[in-house]
């Protein structure tokens, strides 16, 4: 079984959907929780950055983490065709700058 | 956020020759990390790189085979060495710091 799970896609929807994209994952140790947003042919962006359970809201994007259930969520409302992307969530441990465990990727693809 | 610049951002190279790529950071980071993305994958950690001591290489990479140089706390460099053509990857350097974890844009490595 994999650290991190990801549903690699791809999801498409129309231009002004609600997105929603998903990671499950195993180990109860992981305590910072990353979404990347990754462009063909470009390095991952970070999108969202949160800390231990709870909500973040930045523009469009909400990031949700649920360590009882061990699932993170990222939304993005009002999809734009330019929101077509590769997402990656990634997580790491407790103290310091721990390596990052990534999931595979979910290809989105928004239409206009 | 910071800023971390990549290069070279691609090359073709012949087997058996070696390539280095190197990254600078616009601040000052503890740890660095080598990621290696194959086509259609997600990121598989290479090396984290710490100033002033040697390199932890994950399981599958070896260090004649990935020589990784972190001279002060804003460079590092990643050598690909004695390359074949299952080395044809991207690579992605990144750095911890406040607010989460940046990436580089990326070396789009073709060996031939």
């Known amino acids: 079984q994999k650290e991190v799970e990801q549903d690699p896609g791809p999801l498409s929807v129309p231009e002004g959907a609600i997105v929603s994209l998903n990671c499950t994952y195993s180990?109860?140790?992981?305590?910072?929780f990353m979404w990347y947003r990754q462009y063909s042919r470009k390095g991952p962006e970070l999108l969202m950055y949160t800390y231990s359970s709870g909500n973040k809201e930045d523009g469009r994007f909400t990031a949700q983490v649920d360590k009882s259930s061990k699932y993170i969520s990222l939304f993005i409302r009002d999809s734009q065709p330019s929101d077509s992307a590769t997402y990656l969530c990634?997580?790491?441990?407790?103290?310091?700058?721990?390596?990052?465990?990534f999931g595979t990727g979910t290809r989105l693809l928004v239409s206009p | 956020s910071a800023v971390i610049s990549q290069k070279p951002s691609r090359d073709i190279c012949q087997r058996g020759t070696s390539l280095t790529i190197q990254c600078q950071v616009d601040s000052q980071v503890t740890m660095m990390f080598w990621y290696r993305q194959q086509p259609g994958q997600s990121l598989t950690l290479i090396a984290t790189?710490?100033?002033?001591?040697?390199?932890?290489?994950e399981s599958g990479f070896v260090i004649d085979k990935f020589p990784i140089s972190r001279p002060n706390l804003t460079f590092s460099t990643l050598t690909v060495s004695n390359m074949s053509p299952e080395d044809s990857s991207i690579y992605l350097c990144?750095?911890?710091?406040?607010?989460?974890?940046?990436f580089g844009s990326g070396t789009r490595l073709t060996v031939v």
């Open positions: 990634a997580m790491s441990s407790t103290t310091g700058f721990q390596k990052l465990v």
């Open positions: 990144s750095a911890g710091l406040e607010g989460g974890y940046t």
């Open positions: 790189a710490n100033q002033g001591s040697e390199a932890t290489y």
């Open positions: 180990n109860s140790a992981f305590q910072y």
